[in-house]
């Protein structure tokens, strides 16, 4: 056993051992969640890679089967590349995936199941024809890769998108196709955006307008609006709008063109990237995967043999209160885990102060919390309290009127280490009031060579709600989610004192101004089993 051992987490998916990167091809079959995922079966850093695979009842024990394909044809030699997986109607499941070829241009393959009837689907064929797709003239050999699960058209054929970039223009390529081994080319685009450079894993789904369930695919219609998702290669954050689609002419169009694919909203504002979701037949909802980096040094990853996390799966609705972004929430599995819970009522935090919160051991949580601040303080907001950004301010140390007060997670007695996670009330441009959820790394770790960023977003706050958040913290990633899942931050830290249950938990409310009142339930999570 190693020393970094502890580094590993207790209910977040990960492989035994090795690189792993994007979620591959997720779908429900015959009793099966399963997950495939770009593994590195030699080393914990990228490299040649395959499809590592992992089945589960329900999303969170996992049991890991061998892997699915290797880099064993010319159209695949250099990486068994990022994919997508089809249920077609008569049940049987199709596969398009990116080959990076012998000469290391990107293609697309097509594979199925060896054995249907295997509900496990241990064994894969790759399809003698391929590859199925090249690309087209004017696209770079290199610049043309994750192909999606496919939906209807109205003339009841499939259609799929693959993201690329022309010049540094992102855009989504449209192909129709009856059988996945011929494709036809749309003329049109499914989207495109100046400046925002190659889209990788883009993802397009329907949402209901009206209902919380998911959506299959292939939905579209009067009740249903569309999202596009694309992995900035430039930025390497997963960037989502909202609009609306035309199936005829096989086009997206975002809803605000101000907060269009890349330059508006973020599935997550910490560490997220190459997510994909998919239709979970079996509970009528829509599930999103992720993959968590590691945010410290290659050198740490070969020392510790492994790297990188899934997210907690998510599912994925249209929040029907603003209509203008959608809702992330822990799958309700996650739930499963809880065991001890501790409940704090109305625990008044006074200004410039911090409460230690008496559990057991913190180092795998799940917290839910609701907060109010002193009304009558809100007229304490002044010009200094104007423009506030999580990433360009102070963190959690910076005090102002309304804000910071959150809790600080995976934190040492003293506080030498702590990852505190937080609200910040402050005035819009407008005059407003403006929320912010943060999450600050700065003092995460008293190692010097991981990443100490500051990260957050803007949360909408409708009249009449309270502020509230849930926490996971499981060892070395903490997920956060701010008003039932509005704004999402995901963190990976490295704390270095708070292993073998040394860890803490603390509330602390450093505004200037308003005392906070605080509601808490924390549960300790058990371990799942991966
Ligand atoms: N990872 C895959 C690509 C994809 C990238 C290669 C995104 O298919 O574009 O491992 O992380």
């Known amino acids: 056993s190693n020393m970094l051992d502890w580094q590993r987490t207790a209910f977040h998916f990960q492989p035994k051992k090795n690189w792993m990167n994007d979620p591959n091809g997720p779908v429900f079959y015959k009793g099966w969640y399963h997950l495939f995922y770009q593994y590195h079966p030699d080393a914990p850093v990228w490299g040649k890679i395959v499809w590592g695979h992992a089945v589960s009842k329900d999303l969170i024990n996992w049991r890991h089967l061998p892997i699915a394909m290797e880099t064993d044809q010319w159209y695949d030699e250099q990486g068994v590349w990022t994919g997508s997986a089809t249920i077609l109607p008569d049940g049987q499941l199709v596969v398009l995936y990116t080959g990076s070829t012998n000469e290391s241009?990107?293609?697309?393959?097509?594979?199925?199941?060896?054995?249907?009837?295997?509900?496990?689907?241990?064994?894969?064929?790759?399809?003698?024809?391929?590859?199925?797709?090249?690309p087209p003239p004017g696209i770079d050999t290199k610049d043309f890769r994750d192909p999606t699960t496919a939906w209807k058209t109205p003339e009841g054929k499939w259609r799929i998108t693959i993201g690329s970039k022309i010049n540094k223009t992102g855009i989504s390529l449209v192909y129709d196709t009856e059988d996945f081994k011929t494709f036809e080319l749309l003329d049109g685009l499914l989207h495109a955006v100046p400046g925002t450079g190659m889209w990788e894993c883009v993802d397009f789904y329907p949402v209901s307008k009206q209902n919380e369930n998911g959506l299959d695919t292939s939905v579209d219609g009067p009740g249903v609006k569309h999202v596009v998702k694309a992995s900035m290669d430039d930025d390497r954050n997963d960037y989502y709008a909202i609009g609306t689609y035309d199936a005829h002419k096989g086009k997206w169009t975002p809803d605000n063109p101000t907060l269009d694919v890349g330059i508006g909203l973020r599935y997550d504002y910490g560490i997220y990237y190459a997510s994909k979701t998919f239709y979970d037949q079996?509970?009528?909802?829509?599930?999103?995967?992720?993959?968590?980096?590691?945010?410290?040094?290659?050198?740490?990853?070969?020392?510790?043999?492994?790297?990188?996390?899934?997210?907690?799966?998510?599912?994925?609705?249209?929040?029907?209160?603003?209509?203008?972004?959608?809702?992330?929430?822990?799958?309700?599995?996650i739930n499963r885990l809880r065991t001890n819970m501790t409940v704090f009522k109305n625990i008044v935090v006074e200004a410039g102060s911090i409460v230690p919160l008496s559990i057991p051991a913190a180092s795998q949580l799940d917290i839910v919390a609701e907060f109010e601040i002193d009304?009558?303080?809100?007229?304490?907001?002044?010009?200094?309290?104007?423009?506030?950004?999580?990433?360009?301010?102070?963190?959690?140390?910076?005090?102002?009127?309304?804000?910071?007060?959150?809790?600080?997670?995976?934190?040492?007695?003293?506080?030498?280490?702590?990852?505190?996670?937080?609200?910040?009330?402050?005035?819009?441009?407008?005059?407003?009031?403006?929320?912010?959820?943060?999450?600050?790394?700065a003092r995460s770790s008293t190692a010097n060579d991981?990443?100490?960023?500051?990260?957050?977003?803007?949360?909408?706050?409708?009249?009449?709600?309270?502020l509230s958040m849930r926490i996971l913290v499981d060892h070395s990633i903490v997920e956060s989610f701010a008003q039932e899942g509005r704004t999402c931050i995901t963190s990976r830290v490295y704390p270095t004192k708070t292993i073998n249950n040394n860890a803490r938990l603390f509330l602390f409310n450093n505004a200037t101004a308003t005392k906070v009142t605080a509601s808490i339930n924390v549960w300790q999570m058990n371990s799942a089993h991966i």
């Open 282 to 333: 079996s509970k009528q909802r829509r599930v999103l995967w992720s993959w968590i980096k590691e945010t410290d040094t290659e050198a740490s990853d070969i020392n510790k043999g492994w790297a990188s996390l899934m997210g907690v799966p998510r599912t994925i609705v249209l929040d029907k209160k603003t209509q203008s972004n959608i809702i992330q929430w822990p799958v309700e599995e």
């Open 450 to 466: 991981v990443d100490k960023s500051i990260y957050g977003s803007i949360v909408p706050v409708l009249k009449g709600e309270k």
């Open 105 to 134: 241009v990107q293609v697309q393959n097509l594979a199925y199941p060896a054995d249907p009837s295997d509900p496990l689907l241990i064994k894969w064929v790759k399809y003698p024809g391929n590859p199925v797709l090249v």
């Open 375 to 441: 009304e009558k303080t809100v007229n304490r907001l002044n010009g200094d309290d104007v423009g506030y950004d999580c990433v360009k301010n102070g963190g959690a140390a910076e005090r102002g009127a309304l804000g910071p007060f959150g809790f600080s997670v995976l934190a040492t007695e003293g506080l030498k280490e702590h990852t505190p996670v937080y609200f910040y009330v402050a005035k819009g441009v407008d005059g407003n009031l403006q929320t912010f959820f943060c999450a600050d790394q």
